[in-house]
């Protein structure tokens, strides 16, 4: 694992490398961003939002916390949202979970933890509110990623019900929230099939999703 020195001597090839292959890269990106997509994804260092989707810098608009979480009293989140969709006018919003997610597995087994417990908080209610579900599923590898599933799940529904995505679908902005889960074993995304937009049935989709996403889970 490199230390800090030696990061900063692999940014300096990084940034060379950059620039031999496209010589106006940094120029370009200094005048302005105006990326698509808002990508909302966890902390763990083995999810770089850009890096899985093999795009370059400026194309995703980032925000990372334990278990990616959108929680309606976080305001670093919810400005984050605002900003992404009302100035930069972001035509999605990612929401990546990820299976083998530490922050999901602390909520699953419900210990003491620290500070993060009371972070980790809705998801341990959300768990439990879905109990019938999860004690279902015998094989815990299998469980635990349906908890990553439903927790991407809620996190979509919590962007849709956000006052800023509300403003911006009442104004008739092109809009979509996505949920996606990443494995982190063999490098793929998931789309969990739970798109929202100014014109779905969002209650009806969200539950399907669950539903769908229990199934599944109960068939694997
Ligand atoms: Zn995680």
């Known amino acids: 694992m490199p230390d800090p020195a030696e990061m900063l001597a692999n940014n300096r090839l990084w940034a060379r490398d950059v620039v031999e292959r496209d010589p106006d890269f940094f120029h370009r990106l200094a005048e ?19 890096q899985i989707v093999d795009v370059p810098p400026g194309e995703i608009f980032v925000h990372r ?23 930069l006018v972001v035509k999605h919003i990612l929401i990546c979970g990820h299976y083998h997610c530490s922050g999901i597995a602390a909520a699953a087994e419900n210990e003491r933890h ?47 019900t956000t006052t800023t995505v509300r403003d911006a679908w009442s104004r008739g902005q092109d809009l979509h929230i996505h949920g996606w889960v990443y ?3 063999d490098g793929l995304v998931k789309d969990l099939k739970v798109t929202l937009g100014p014109d779905s049935d969002n209650a009806a989709v969200i539950n399907q999703a669950i539903r769908k996403a229990g199934e599944a889970a109960l068939k694997e």
Do not use: Y
């Open 65 to 87: 916390n334990v278990a990616n979480q959108v929680i309606h009293s976080d305001l670093n989140c919810q400005s984050v949202i605002q900003f992404a969709v009302d100035v």
């Open 114 to 160: 620290g500070l993060v417990d009371h972070w980790l908080r809705n998801l341990v209610d959300l768990f439990e509110s879905h109990r019938p579900m999860l004690d279902a599923v015998k094989d815990d590898k299998r469980r635990r990623q349906l908890q990553s599933e439903l927790g991407v799940i809620q996190q979509v529904s919590n962007v849709s």
């Open 183 to 185: 494995d982190v074993a």
């Open 32 to 50: 302005q961003q105006a990326p698509d997509c808002l990508w909302i994804g966890c902390s763990d260092s083995r999810v770089p939002a850009t």
